[in-house]
């Protein structure tokens, strides 16, 4: 497997195998059992195996949404998806919508990278989803008002 990330603020590390992704954490860091039930809940067999540090990951087609022009068309197709995902989460959320959680192969478009995924208040939502797309978008992303 080949390291292809590394957090050493979050002690995480990504590894890629040809078949799945590892993530590894240095210490636990969240509640296992609860995180493992949403992931199945929200991307039913995304995670192929799982140990006390490390959790496998089905590899998901696409190209990171970082990589696209930021056309207007394109920002409100990306808000869009954000929107619906939380709307389908509810009261879930996942909580870190950088470019780089959002894949797009084709016209689906699928989110990674579920570490933050909690119970947020509405109002907690939309702003953490404006601030990620402002900060991914500057100021071609002009979010509706909370």
């Avoid at 990171?64 to 009261?91: L, R």
């Avoid at 109002?123 to 990620?132: A, C, G, Q, V, Y």
Wanted: contains cysteine; proline residues 6%; negative net charge.
């Amino acid at each position: 497997m080949d390291l292809i990330k590394e957090n050493k603020e979050k002690q995480r590390k990504v590894y890629k195998s040809p078949t799945f992704y590892r993530k590894v954490w240095e210490q636990q860091p969240f509640e296992w059992e609860e995180h493992l039930e949403l992931l199945d809940k929200f991307m039913p067999g995304f995670v192929l195996d799982y140990g006390n540090l490390y959790i496998d990951y089905k590899i998901i087609s696409g190209v990171p949404a970082n990589t696209f022009p930021h056309t207007k068309e394109f920002i409100d197709k990306i808000y869009n998806f954000c929107i619906n995902n939380i709307n389908t989460t509810s009261p879930y959320a996942h909580g870190d919508w950088v470019l780089s959680n959002i894949l797009i192969d084709d016209d689906d478009i699928h989110i990674i990278d579920w570490d933050n995924v909690g119970i947020y208040s509405p109002t907690e939502i939309l702003e953490k989803l404006h601030s990620d797309l402002k900060s991914a978008f500057g100021d071609k992303f002009d979010p509706p008002s909370i």
